[in-house]
Each structure stands twice: as structure tokens, then as C-alpha cells.
């Protein structure tokens, strides 16, 4: 039986035979191993994130609710206020289907917490066998007041097939070997660091280069469907190492990039742990899938979102900031991620999210 995540021709077939239903689909939503999910206009402001493990969400929903809001014109999220959204797609899956959902990268690269909620389940982003239902999406943006228009894509569904595929480290190197996944900055493939997935260092170099950017206490409002129509300086400080080292302050938010440049084969997807304390308390990825295709042909380097909450941390170059796992995929995808899907990230460097003019 075959196995693992479901790549573009599945996904089409799914919103063809409603598997996935929405009223609004649109073609860009389909991705080489995933599928953008996308905002109704149906919105609330709440009072807590809640989960809904006995019950439909909408059964429990009343309980938190600030304000009814439409999303039909757009409405501004404030900072720190907390948001649910009915998002257009529904799910009709089979008994051997499950799935898992993260931030899209221009979601996380703007400092948005948004976890996916649906009935029944106790935990967030979980789409479990066979799920029959809504889907919903809490939302928190923490760095900037964001206006949001029904239709805006935040976050994105990774279905598998009967059970994940995850390469184990024997598998890893041996991959790395035929087909390289990291290389340096001159495009030459480098010995990967493995140990349960593939660990990524943060780049620092000690020059006069910027190095990363940290969001702005104050900045104007950033209108989501405005693609590289705001001002970097704006929103953002750019920042410089101090002999290779720069401390992240509490509550603060973050935007660097990984030392390594990374390739994702095209039978293969990637998925970035969040957190892993073992190598620090912060959090290094927000948005954490990684579609085939990704870095062809000579890697791209990997954006880190990074947020502290309890004490401020000093990171130095070369410095082992986030772990990558690997995963086959159950076929290899007709789609890959790159130019031919109009992918916004491929071969990048220091990036900050689309919504920004071009850095040069």
C-alpha cells in the first residue's frame, strides 16, 4: 500500500471530487505537497484560544465571543488580539487519510500565531483520520496591526496517506549522498549534520552585512493582499553581528537566516521542528513545511523566525539554531516547488515576507 504526504495531482482530484469543498477555490491554492487554505468571511474577535476535544467548535465558539466580524471588505487585526476565522475549505476524508497544518512562510515571517481548529479534537493543527467537517483558524498577530480581507491564504493542509514516511538518520546521509541536500554558500555540498533530522546553524558572519531584522514596537498598518508595496524600514531594524554573535531580547521577533543552503529532492518533503529545547528555549520556525523542489538546484538557504519569551539568548555564527526533518513522499510529485508555480522563496537569502519591496 502506498504511503505518506499527497502531492498536487491529489490535491486536485480532492477538490474535484470534494474531498476538500470550498465554495471559492482558486487554482494557485494547489502546492507541489500541500494546499493554502483560505479565510471566509466569517470572523470573530475572542476571548482565549479554546480547543473543542468533546464538541463541534461552533458549539463551544459562543462561549469566547468579543464581536461578529466580516471579513467581506476587510477588517484590521489588532496586535495581540485574538482572532477565529471560518476558513472556506471543509474536509470529507477517508478512514486512512489524515493531515497536519502549519503557518504559510509569509505568514510566519510576519510574527502571525495562527493554529488550525476543528470539532473534536484536542489538539491544534491535528487533522485526524477520516475527518468529516469545518475548519477554523485562530489567529494572533503579534508585531504589526494587519488588515485581512476574505480569500487572504494564512495557513496551509499536508494530507498522508495511511501513515508518514519520515526518513530516520541512516536514510538521511544516504540520501545526502546520491542526491546532496546542503551546501555551503559557494554551492558546494558539505557534510550534513545529522541526529534525529538535519540541524541547521544560524548565519552570523562577522562583516558590516546585515545579518537579520527585528520587527518595529510601531509601524504603519500592513494591508495582507499588498504584495512588495511596503516600505522595509517601515516595519523592520536591520541588524548587524557583534563578532559573530547577536542576542535575541524577550518578546522580540526576529527575522535571520540558516548558514546552510538546503535542497528538498523532489520525492521528498522537509517539515521544521518549531521548538526543540535541547538545542534552546526559543522558537526558530513558525512555518515549518518544505515542498519537493525547494532549493533546486544548488540550495536555498532557510528563513528563521525566531521569538524568545522568557530570557534573552545569545547566538553565535554557526551555532545549531533548528532540526529538519525529511519525509517521502507517496509519489513523486508532477508539480515542484519553483518559478513554474510562481513559488515566492526559491533561492533566497536573508528574505523577509512578500508584502516588502525587494531588498537589494
Same mark, same amino acid.
Given at each position: ?35 493554502? @487554505? $483560505? ?6 474577535? +475572542?476571548?482565549?484560544? *479554546?480547543? !473543542? /476535544?468533546?464538541?463541534? =467548535?461552533?458549539? %463551544? ?111 538521511? @546521509? $544516504? ?6 541536500? +546542503?551546501?555551503?554558500? *559557494?554551492? !558546494? /555540498?558539505?557534510?550534513? =549534520?545529522?541526529? %534525529? ?164
Amino acid at each position: 500500500m502506498l504511503s505518506g504526504p499527497f502531492t498536487y495531482n491529489d490535491y486536485k482530484k480532492f477538490v474535484n471530487s470534494k474531498i476538500i469543498f470550498s465554495k471559492n477555490f482558486k487554482q494557485n491554492q494547489l502546492q507541489p505537497s500541500s494546499i493554502d @487554505l $483560505s479565510l471566509s468571511k466569517e470572523c470573530y474577535e +475572542i476571548s482565549s484560544s *479554546f480547543l !473543542s /476535544p468533546n464538541s463541534k =467548535v461552533r458549539n %463551544k465558539l459562543n462561549n469566547f465571543i468579543n464581536k461578529k466580524i466580516n471579513l467581506q471588505n476587510g477588517y484590521i487585526f489588532k496586535k495581540n488580539i485574538t482572532y477565529l476565522v471560518k476558513l472556506n475549505e471543509e474536509l470529507k476524508l477517508t478512514k486512512k487519510i489524515f493531515g497536519k497544518c502549519n503557518p504559510k512562510s509569509s505568514t510566519g515571517r510576519l510574527d502571525i500565531f495562527c493554529r488550525t481548529i476543528i470539532d473534536f479534537c484536542d489538539e491544534y493543527e491535528k487533522i485526524p483520520y477520516g475527518y468529516n467537517g469545518e475548519i477554523f483558524l485562530e489567529i494572533t498577530s503579534q508585531a504589526f496591526n494587519i488588515k485581512f480581507t476574505q480569500g487572504d491564504s494564512l495557513n496551509q493542509l499536508r494530507l498522508v496517506n495511511y501513515k508518514n514516511n519520515i526518513l530516520n538518520d541512516k536514510k538521511l @546521509l $544516504s540520501c545526502h549522498n546520491k542526491y546532496p541536500i +546542503i551546501f555551503d554558500k *559557494f554551492n !558546494s /555540498p558539505i557534510g550534513p =549534520v545529522v541526529s %534525529k533530522g538535519l540541524k541547521i546553524s544560524v548565519d552570523l558572519t562577522n562583516s558590516n552585512t546585515i545579518v537579520a531584522y527585528k520587527a518595529k514596537k510601531k509601524s504603519p498598518l500592513l494591508v495582507f493582499n499588498h504584495i512588495k508595496k511596503h516600505k522595509v524600514n517601515d516595519f523592520w531594524i536591520p541588524l548587524t553581528s557583534k563578532n559573530g554573535s547577536l542576542t535575541i531580547l524577550p518578546k522580540e521577533f526576529y527575522i535571520l537566516k540558516s548558514k546552510e543552503k538546503i535542497r528538498i529532492p523532489k520525492n521528498i518533503t522537509g517539515e521544521m521542528i518549531p521548538y526543540d529545547t535541547a538545542i534552546g528555549d526559543f522558537r526558530a520556525h513558525y512555518a515549518g513545511f518544505f515542498d519537493p523542489g525547494f532549493g533546486e538546484k544548488n540550495g536555498s538557504h532557510a528563513v528563521l523566525e525566531v521569538k524568545t519569551n522568557e530570557v534573552s539568548f545569545s547566538l553565535e555564527d554557526g551555532q545549531i539554531i533548528a532540526t529538519l526533518l525529511f519525509e517521502y513522499l507517496q509519489t513523486i510529485p508532477k508539480v515542484t516547488y519553483g518559478k513554474k508555480i510562481n513559488s515566492n522563496y526559491q533561492n533566497q537569502n536573508l528574505a523577509l515576507s512578500k508584502h516588502f519591496e525587494v531588498i537589494s
